[in-house]
């Protein structure tokens, strides 16, 4: 079955630390890949996404995640975090078919 | 206009009872879902509709039942409700092309509470 292992569950950092929230995930063939953001109290919103083409994929607020195709993988980054960045960060894959598979999230605190 | 609506925004209920919760989505997408997020944040799919027709139905109890009356709404009716049926759910929508789905668009989710 398809899994999405998200390796940090708590992130702390300092504002204008650079950040990297790991993502794997377990399918083989052809995925689309998805990072979406839940701000506290707030619905998830979409911050980027892979489908095809270059694997550095840039999104809203200055972050990017890169595709790596041999290792399974889709990290988040972003080269400055600021204090509103503080968030729950979920990775999701979508394979052949009609359902995302979510990662546990990764919940980001960043210290002013 | 809001993409994906759900309403209500919360809902406060007794244990046994029964609830409905609605979704309606005016992009066009001829796909929705409906995804639990529990106590522990962890975001597990429902139920998918294609065309009024499902498509998904995970593990989850005969007491919860989807009813897709056209392709822009979703709707959950919840029967005798549970402590543990509280959470926040989530409707989404997206596009189906060659057997994968596009353009996932989350609702900003009920917040369910069984007391």
Same mark, same amino acid.
């Given at each position: ?27 083989? $063939? ?7 953001? =839940? !701000? +506290? ?7 980027? #996404?892979?489908?095809?083409?270059? +694997?550095?994929? #840039? $999104? ?8 790596? #195709? ?8 972003? +080269?400055?975090? =600021? ?12 394979? !052949?078919?009609? #359902? ?13 | ?9 919360? /809902? ?5 009872? %029964? ?10 997408? %001829? ?22 027709? /499902? ?14 009356? %056209?392709?822009?709404?979703?709707? /959950? ?6 402590? &543990?049926?509280?959470? @926040? ?13 596009? &353009?996932?668009?989350?609702?900003? &989710?009920?917040?369910?509470? @069984?007391?």
């Amino acid at each position: 079955a398809q899994s999405v292992s998200q390796h940090n569950h708590h992130v702390i950092l300092s504002e204008a630390a650079s950040l990297e929230l790991g993502c794997n995930y377990s399918y083989g $063939g052809t995925v689309n890949l998805f990072w979406y953001v =839940q !701000y +506290p109290g707030q619905h998830l919103q979409l911050l980027l #996404k892979y489908f095809s083409g270059d +694997p550095l994929v #840039k $999104g809203i607020k200055g972050f990017e995640a890169e595709f790596i #195709k041999s290792k399974f993988s889709f990290n988040l980054r972003k +080269p400055s975090v =600021q204090w509103c960045d503080t968030a729950e960060y979920f990775c999701a894959v979508n394979a !052949y078919g009609n #359902k995302l598979v979510f990662g546990a999230g990764t919940i980001l605190r960043v210290k002013s | 206009d809001t993409a994906v609506s759900q309403t209500p925004k919360y /809902l406060v209920t007794q244990m046994g009872n %029964d609830k409905s919760i609605k979704c309606e989505q005016n992009l066009g997408h %001829d796909t929705m879902y409906w995804y639990k997020q529990d106590s522990k944040k962890f975001l597990k799919i429902m139920f998918s509709y294609n065309n009024k027709e /499902l498509i998904i139905n995970e593990t989850v109890p005969n007491r919860f039942s989807p009813k897709s009356p %056209d392709k822009a709404h979703l709707n /959950l009716h919840i029967n005798s409700l549970e402590l &543990g049926d509280s959470a @926040v759910y989530f409707c989404a929508s997206s596009h189906r092309l060659g057997g994968s789905s596009y &353009g996932y668009t989350f609702g900003s &989710g009920t917040r369910l509470t @069984v007391v």
